[in-house]
């Protein structure tokens, strides 16, 4: 059986190669009538373009690559969610979106980031909360390749962030006003981790939040009643709890900013010592996973508008790789208070 040839597909369409080339790669300007013409030709065909060797021509991969740590994060899924909605709403089903786990090892990261970049094998790289070295940074916007980090900044690349000082000053000052003055605060991992060689500016930035908001109604920060997770899971979120537990300090409110997966694991681990939450201890998480709504109790959160976060990466790439915009952006999105059961 021979090979089908883009200028097979002209021939059954009844239009020009380069006619059918613009649609494969959604360019240019054509009537309904000619998109669908093509578009049925190609699946009569069973026409399947060589990406390999369109990219060794010079021209594009049509690849998105998309990069987190673990795909098995609520978070992660939320905002590769937001991505693909947001490729559909503006019809872009040209590109390939290809996702990509480091498994929170950073030689894979450098490795991967590396391979994708050098080996032209994406147009653009949207990372969720990994972050590029900065060596590796410049190498992309000498090579005029799109970057975007979601929920992580580095110099020279685009951004897409939620204001995490204000949703961390909110989750505490609601605890505040229900009531709680003796408050802990459980935080993601602090300087150097397995996500990261630096620490994420999102740590500090909650927890500056969290001062603050103690300041604001007068009540003193204790470092000790500080705790920092590992990872962001349910495990962290346990031993957490059996730390702060195991001080003595009775608190009567802990803001959770390591996430709602971890504060499920501080419910969990709760339950075990037999302290009520809200009536001993109220909890709020942070970023209203799908989950939160329906653990028990249901969990007082700050929503992160995290399928809006998928949507404005997106929409940075495309404006990126169709020479609408030269500059890095940098987007910050609001946070929202969820009051439920919990606190």
């Not at 021509?57 to 990069?67: E, F, K, M, P, Y």
């Not at 994060?73 to 991505?83: A, D, H, K, M, Q």
């Not at 709020?284 to 995290?306: C, E, F, K, N, V």
């Not at 949507?311 to 987007?331: L, N, S």
Request: glycine share 8%; proline share 3%; hydrophobic share 40%.
């Amino acid at each position: 059986m021979k090979n089908i040839t883009i200028r097979d597909v002209a021939k059954l369409a009844g239009v020009s190669h380069v006619t059918v080339s613009n649609v494969i790669n959604g360019r240019g300007r054509m009537s309904a009538e000619t998109k669908e013409k093509v578009l049925k030709a190609v699946k009569k065909l069973k026409f399947y373009p060589d990406v390999m060797a369109r990219t060794l021509a010079g021209g594009r991969s049509n690849n998105i690559a998309l990069i987190s740590s673990y795909l098995s994060s609520p978070f992660v899924i939320n905002i590769l969610s937001g991505v693909e909605r947001r490729q559909a709403e503006l019809n872009k089903f040209a590109y390939r979106l290809e996702h990509h786990s480091t498994r929170g090892a950073l030689s894979v990261k450098e490795d991967l980031l590396k391979s994708i970049l050098y080996g032209k094998k994406a147009d653009a790289v949207i990372t969720v909360t990994v972050k590029p070295s900065a060596e590796l940074v410049k190498e992309f916007s000498k090579r005029g390749m799109p970057l975007v980090i979601i929920e992580n900044k580095a110099a020279g690349a685009s951004s897409v962030t939620v204001d995490n000082y204000k949703g961390a000053f909110m989750a505490t000052e609601h605890l505040i006003k229900s009531g709680r003055k003796k408050l802990a605060i459980v935080n993601g991992p602090v300087g150097s981790s397995v996500y990261d060689e630096e620490e994420n500016p999102v740590v500090s930035e909650r927890l500056k939040g969290f001062k603050d908001a103690l300041e604001e109604y007068n009540l003193k920060y204790d470092d000790k009643m500080s705790y920092h997770v590992a990872f962001y899971n349910r495990e962290e979120g346990e031993k957490a709890m059996q730390r702060i537990n195991n001080t003595g300090t009775r608190v009567n409110g802990i803001f959770c900013a390591a996430g709602d997966t971890t504060a499920l694991g501080i419910i969990y681990q709760c339950r075990q010592y037999g302290i009520k939450i809200p009536q001993d201890v109220a909890l709020a998480g942070y970023d209203d996973i799908s989950i939160a709504g329906i653990m028990t109790p249901p969990l007082t959160t700050i929503r992160q508008p995290m399928a809006e976060m998928g949507k404005a990466a997106f929409d940075i790439v495309m404006a990126a790789m169709e020479g609408k915009v030269k500059k890095p952006a940098d987007i910050v999105l609001q946070p929202e208070l969820i009051k439920r059961e919990s606190a």
